[in-house]
């Protein structure tokens, strides 16, 4: 029976919100990705029968309630693409920013930046539609929740964090339109674009050696969505205060003595074109799907415990 659950949560996904991405790339808009682009892992990835029992029984019917609704919303964002504005608007001014900061702040997001796009982040085989500004968003993810990790608590706190993440996503994306701005939502959870850079070419943080982006309002602890947009002159901030955290990380490596999976890099690969991969993805999924959504290496990372400025202040002090 759980097979049979899983087996459908798997093909539905593959056979709607898939085939929905694989049509972006037939689009005349299409921004497509490039030979440097990533392959994007996907959560469904591991055959379900090969869980540990404990999991499949326990953990996959609760996924699924959480999943059906996910999967909705991401089909909605992209089957909504077509209700963007004929001619999308391409600029914005202070007030309209502190509008939507505003309003964004108001319906449950806790942190907004914003960068451009690169197309080397597209990962392989996908595309968006709008090569304007990217709005980055974050959302915290429960800290009691997080200290039980791994465990199916904790799990079912990061599904609901996908989850809630995607629904705002939709709105703010729906919200963009109604002002006369082209805006495509990408989800949470897999996404389109790969997530830690762009939150750091933002601003947000800095991507630490757990492969997650560490920011000072919640350190690691947190999920990350993006909206691409018409938007021309998004206000993006070009210098990055948080590229400290990477020797940090270099002194640290808490997470990848903890990591499980052995999926942590203790100093990530740099390939010819420049991006870094900081985790053995293949690894890191399984861990995953069998172990709760593991989610060790948050857990661990010292800015998930202690303030971000303190442990700048600390670091500076000892590098002096
Ligand atoms: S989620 Fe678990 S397996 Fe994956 S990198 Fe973090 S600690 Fe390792
Ligand atoms: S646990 Fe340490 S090494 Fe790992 S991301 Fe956090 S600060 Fe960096």
């Known amino acids: 029976m759980i097979g049979w659950f899983a087996k459908r949560l798997g093909s539905r996904l593959n056979s709607k919100v898939i085939k929905l991405e694989e049509e972006l790339l037939e689009r005349e808009d299409a921004i497509k990705f490039t030979s440097d682009s990533p392959e994007r892992m996907l959560f469904n990835s591991k055959d379900p029968s090969t869980m540990r029992p404990p999991v499949r029984f326990r953990l996959l019917p609760k996924m699924i309630r959480i999943m059906n609704p996910m999967i909705s919303n991401m089909n909605q964002s992209l089957r909504s693409l077509d209700e963007n504005p004929t001619d999308p608007k391409r600029r ?39 090569d304007g500004g990217v709005i980055v968003l974050s959302m915290e993810m429960d800290y009691d929740k997080m200290e039980k990790a791994p465990s199916p608590d904790t799990q079912k706190m990061i599904l609901g964090t996908y989850n809630n993440l995607g629904i705002l996503t939709n709105k703010i994306t729906t919200y963009l339109r109604e002002q006369g701005y082209g805006a495509q939502a990408g989800h949470p959870l897999g996404g389109l674009v790969v997530y830690p850079p762009l939150g750091q070419m933002s601003g947000m943080g800095w991507h ?18 993006a909206i691409y947009t018409s938007i021309e002159n998004l206000p993006i ?6 590229a400290w955290v990477e020797d940090y990380c270099y002194t640290c490596n808490r997470c990848v003595t903890a990591c499980p999976g052995n999926a942590i890099y203790d100093k990530p690969i740099i390939h010819e074109n420049k991006s870094r991969t900081y985790i053995d993805t293949k690894k890191c999924m399984s861990e995953f799907l069998d172990n709760y959504g593991c989610s060790i290496c948050i857990k661990v990372c010292e800015f998930n415990r202690s303030d971000y400025y303190e442990i700048r202040t600390r670091f500076m002090n000892i590098k002096e």
Do not use: C, M, Q, W
Not at 96 to 104: D, H
Not at 208 to 225: S, T, V, Y
Not at 237 to 242: F, L, R, T
């Open 92 to 130: 914005v001014d202070g007030e309209f920013i502190a509008k939507l900061e505003a309003y964004v702040y108001e319906i449950g997001i806790d942190d907004i930046a914003y960068t451009t796009l690169s197309r080397d982040l597209i990962f392989k085989d996908r595309a968006v539609v709008f």
């Open 208 to 225: 630490g050696l757990n492969g997650i982006l560490i920011g000072p309002k919640f350190g690691p602890r947190h999920r990350l969505a």
């Open 237 to 242: 901030i070009e210098e990055n205060e948080h």
